[in-house]
């Protein structure tokens, strides 16, 4: 059984808007997807569904082997620490520094009081302390968040995300915010975590390069339906219906 499967789902949200319009697809562990499409295409709200941080309308999305529906309380937060998202502008507590952030990602694993009062056993804070460095990170341990660079706190929210131990990682425009050098080492630990802890991503993109040179498969959505999935090459052609305009590739 593949790791997720996205079953004939629909999202309209209450002022009418069609966000996603019968989408279907399956994943397997391990794979590094991009998903391409303009603004508004419905690709937020579709990782949004998957990690019910909004319903969908119709349709299911199973997560391994579970329907994600209709979960409530304790299943639902067992769910969600799965299942780690990273955020377009970062959503760290920028007051804090980094090794807090990053531990922020047990909260899921917490009660409520531990939560309130951050209480951490020293085993997680190790782990903190091996993924910052994994991520290059560091020197940077100690520092507030507020003082680093845009690559630098996007690093910090994939540190936070792999604190849960995830199995999904599902990446919301994780790069629009960055310069290209920024953006090339954010997708290269992307890439490298996945292949090497074989961790399930989704990633959301504008830039079709970025999704060619990293993608096991691409997926294209335009107008909240998947009109392309595929790993092959894409083409000029598909790339003009994906997006509803007319895009050169860039073939060097």
């Given at each position: 059984?593949s790791?997720?499967?996205?079953?004939?789902?629909?999202?309209?949200y209450?002022?009418?808007?069609l966000?996603?319009?019968d989408i279907?697809?399956e994943?397997?562990?391990g794979?590094?997807?991009?998903?391409?499409?303009?603004?508004?295409?419905?690709?937020?709200?579709?990782l949004?569904c998957i990690?019910?941080?909004?319903?969908?309308s119709q349709?299911?999305?199973?997560?391994?082997?579970q329907?994600t529906s209709h979960l409530?309380?304790?299943?639902?937060?067992?769910?969600?620490?799965q299942?780690g998202m990273?955020?377009q502008?970062?959503n760290l507590?920028e007051r804090l520094s980094?090794i807090?952030?990053?531990?922020h990602g047990?909260?899921?694993?917490?009660?409520?009081i531990?939560g309130?009062m951050?209480?951490?056993?020293?085993?997680?804070?190790?782990q903190?302390?091996?993924?910052?460095e994994?991520l290059?990170?560091?020197?940077q341990?100690?520092n507030r968040c507020?003082q680093l660079s845009?690559?630098?706190?996007?690093?910090?929210g994939?540190?936070r995300?792999?604190a849960q131990?995830?199995k999904?990682l599902l990446?919301d425009e994780p790069?629009a915010?960055?310069?290209?050098n920024?953006?090339?080492?954010?997708?290269d630990?992307l890439?490298s975590?996945s292949?090497?802890m074989?961790?399930t991503?989704l990633?959301?993109l504008?830039?079709?390069?970025?999704?060619?040179?990293?993608?096991?498969?691409?997926?294209?959505?335009h107008?909240?339906?998947?009109v392309?999935?595929?790993?092959?090459?894409?083409?000029t052609?598909?790339i003009?219906?994906i997006y509803?305009s007319h895009?050169?590739?860039?073939?060097r």
């Open positions: 059984m790791q997720l499967m996205i079953k004939q789902v629909s999202k309209k209450s002022n009418g808007t966000a996603l319009s279907s697809f994943v397997e562990q794979e590094f997807i991009s998903i391409i499409g303009r603004s508004g295409a419905g690709k937020s709200s579709l949004r990690n019910r941080m909004i319903d969908v349709g299911d999305i199973i997560f391994n082997g329907s409530k309380g304790k299943n639902l937060r067992i769910l969600r620490t299942i990273i955020f502008h970062y507590v980094v807090e952030n990053v531990l047990r909260l899921g694993h917490k009660s409520t531990e309130l951050g209480l951490f056993t020293k085993e997680e804070k190790k903190a302390f091996k993924i910052i994994m290059g990170l560091e020197k341990v100690y507020d845009g690559g630098q706190k996007q690093r910090v994939i540190a995300a792999l131990n995830p999904l990446c790069i915010s960055l310069d290209p920024s953006s090339t080492i954010i997708m630990h890439k975590i292949k090497e074989n961790i991503c990633v959301n504008h830039q079709v390069q970025v999704a060619l040179k990293y993608s096991d498969r691409i997926i294209g959505i107008s909240g339906k998947v392309y999935d595929d790993n092959k090459d894409i083409d052609e598909k003009n219906e509803g895009i050169e590739l860039d073939n």
